[in-house]
Structure formats: C-alpha cells, structure tokens
C-alpha cells in the first residue's frame, strides 16, 4: 500500500515558485508515495500542471471563528492518513493545522510546529534566503539534496498577444497594501520611453487589480499594457523571449528570473533582498531605503539589453 504524504504550499505567488524546488526534491525522495499538495485558489492550476503531486487540494483557510470551516477543513486532513507532512509555508496558520491533525496517530512533521517530529532547528532560520531555508528544512528532514526551482513545465502559446520579436518587460505592480515596495509610475513611463528609443516595445503585465497603475504608466505614450490579460504560463512564455525585465519585488519578478529572463529587481528598505530576491542566472539588484529616490537615470544605467 502506498504511503501518503502531504505538502503545504499555500502562496504568495513568488513564495510558491521558490518551492517548486523543493517540490521536486519531495517527489525524488517519494518516488512511490502518493503526495498531495494543499495551496490556495491562485495556485491549484500551477499545482497541478508541474506533474509532481497525485492530488491538488485547495485549502479556503477558514478563520478561527468559522467553526463549520474549520470542522471540514481538520476531517479532511485526518481522513487524508498522511504518514509525514512536509510543511513549506512554515507560518503560524500552517503550525495551527499540525494542531488540527492531532490524533492517536499524528503524522511525521517538518516544519516549525511545536511538536513537530523533524523541527526546523535553526534560530536564524529567518534571516535565510527562502531558497536555502527551505533546502536546509528539508535537510533536517532526511531530503540532503534540493535542486533550484524549475519552471521548464510552465508554457503557453502567446501569439495571439502579437508581440514584436525585440521587447522588455514592465512589472510595476506589488502587493496592493505595501505600498513602499512601488517604484512610482512616472518612473516606469520614463524607462519605458528609453525602451522605445533603443527599438524595444516596452509592454506592461501584471494582475487586474493593477490596471489603473498601468494606464498611468501606458497612455499617450510607447508601452503597451496586457495587464489582467495574461496567465501565470504566458508571464513565464514572455520572460522566455524578453530582453529584459524591470519591476519592483514581486512574485512575477522570479517567475521572469527562474525562466531566465535578464532582470533588474527594484528594493525598498520595506523588504530585504538577502532573503525575498528572485534568483536565477541574470539578476540585478537595486536599492534604496526609500524607491523614491531611486532615479531613473539609476535604472537605465543598470539596464543590460541583448
């Protein structure tokens, strides 16, 4: 009878494509073992498509007063019968579902749980880049060899966007309420009219949430937005082809850096790149304590086009 294992991934997006080494490393270690992933909605499609889990299950976190959540939420992950659990969020929601799965035959736990039968025992655990905190956990864990992330599997067919072979990529956006980790907009339509000048469309992605951002960036001038209209696979296709990618410390940043894509990354003081920077084979940093002070002038001198 197979053995059935449980990893716990349930975002940010540039968090869940870091794990996706990880991820791999799990399935080396379980060749035999059914293994389901538990993400959130955003992520179930990526889940599924990178061919390493048997099952996907979607986790709608219940709050800690939604107790007809909760009950459904702790009787499907007893009735999983999960014999080890490789928890990769590490974080105080996924410790509490160590708690939740507490019966008279608790599964083996990596992770930061209180209990947990393989504990990720190092204090400066959290001022590790999460690409070597997470090998290191899964180190302690009996995993001694974690391979960088791969997104080889992430394709799409993106002719129908109708790109010009030469163009860089704009990734102005962010999480909605951190705002200090946005280089301001005027700065983005500024590098995008030196794109424009060196033969280069510059074109503007990001989720629909940030479609005001780059009509500020886009209107009246050289770039062309497709902001809300991409998926996770046609941001990872883009990258592939781009000359470039610009943006500021976000999860569409380490798809295009993973994916091989030149990048220069954009820091404030509001997050530290030694531990969130997107990593791969052409990575540039730049920061200030402030991103309003980072000049554009700065930026482009930064910027290595092929």
Partial sequence: MKRRILVIKLGALGDFVLATGPFAAIRDAHPDDEIVLLTTAPYTQMGRSCGLFDEVWMDERPSRFDFLGIYRLRQKLRGGHFVRVYDLQTSGRSAWYFWLMRSL????????????????????????????????????????????????????????????????????????????????????????????????????????????????????????????????ADIAELARHAAVSVGNDTGPMHIAAICGCPCLVLFSNASNPDITAPRGNDVTILQRQDLKDLSVSEVAAALRLR
Avoid: C
């Fill in 105 to 232: 035959e608790r599964p083996q736990w990596s992770g930061i749980a209180p209990g947990a039968s393989h504990p990720h025992a190092n204090r400066n655990r959290n001022t590790m880049h999460t690409i070597e905190r997470q090998a290191e956990q899964l180190a302690m864990a009996g995993i001694p060899q974690t391979p960088f992330p791969d997104l080889s599997w992430l394709s799409s067919d993106i002719s129908h966007l109708e790109l010009p072979n030469r163009y860089a990529l704009l990734i102005p956006g962010g999480a909605r309420h951190r705002a200090k980790k946005r280089w301001p907009p005027e700065h983005y339509r500024e590098i995008a009219t030196l794109f424009a000048s060196r033969g280069f469309l510059p074109v503007v992605i990001g989720g629909r949430n940030e479609l005001n951002l780059a009509e500020r960036i886009a209107n009246g001038g050289p770039a062309r937005s497709i902001v809300g209209k991409t998926t996770l």
